[in-house]
Nanobody, 123 residues
Framework: VQLVESGGGSVQAGGSLRLSCAAS????????MGWFRQAPGKEREGVAA???????QYVGSVQGRFTISRDNAKNTLYLQMNNLTEEDTAMYYC???????????????????WGQGTQVTVS
């Protein structure tokens, strides 16, 4: 499975961005997927995840500001990010578990396939 992220960029604090992740597997696969981020000098952390039933999970710091969603027909995952702060600055990665599952996870070790990342900078 190949994953290609897009939509990153530079934005002022309080602004919004929408990240996209195009997956190469078959449409409507409904694989479990997630968004992760890594800031310089910090470990990669889970941000949001979605399972086969479209049940979502968020890390506390983004709850209420970020929304994960997907278009199953297009096999594309999204992350809508609102009210961004400087602490959200990081490289953002899309990941897939490569299989259907029930019960989302924001733990990086649960994911098998990773994109190359897209940079988000908030100032």
């Amino acid at each position: 499975v190949q994953l290609v992220e897009s939509g990153g960029g530079s934005v002022q604090a309080g602004g919004s961005l929408r990240l996209s992740c195009a997956a190469s597997n078959s449409p409507n696969s409904r694989h479990c997927m997630g968004w992760f981020r890594q800031a310089p000098g910090k470990e990669r952390e889970g941000v949001a995840a979605i399972d086969t039933a479209d049940t979502t999970q968020y890390v506390g710091s983004v709850q209420g500001r970020f929304t994960i969603s997907r278009d199953n027909a297009k096999n594309t995952l999204y992350l809508q990010m609102n009210n961004l702060t400087e602490e959200d600055t990081a490289m953002y990665y899309c990941a897939s578990r490569g299989t259907r599952c029930y019960g989302s996870s924001v733990a990086p070790y649960d994911y098998r396939y990773w994109g190359q990342g897209t940079q988000v900078t908030v100032s």
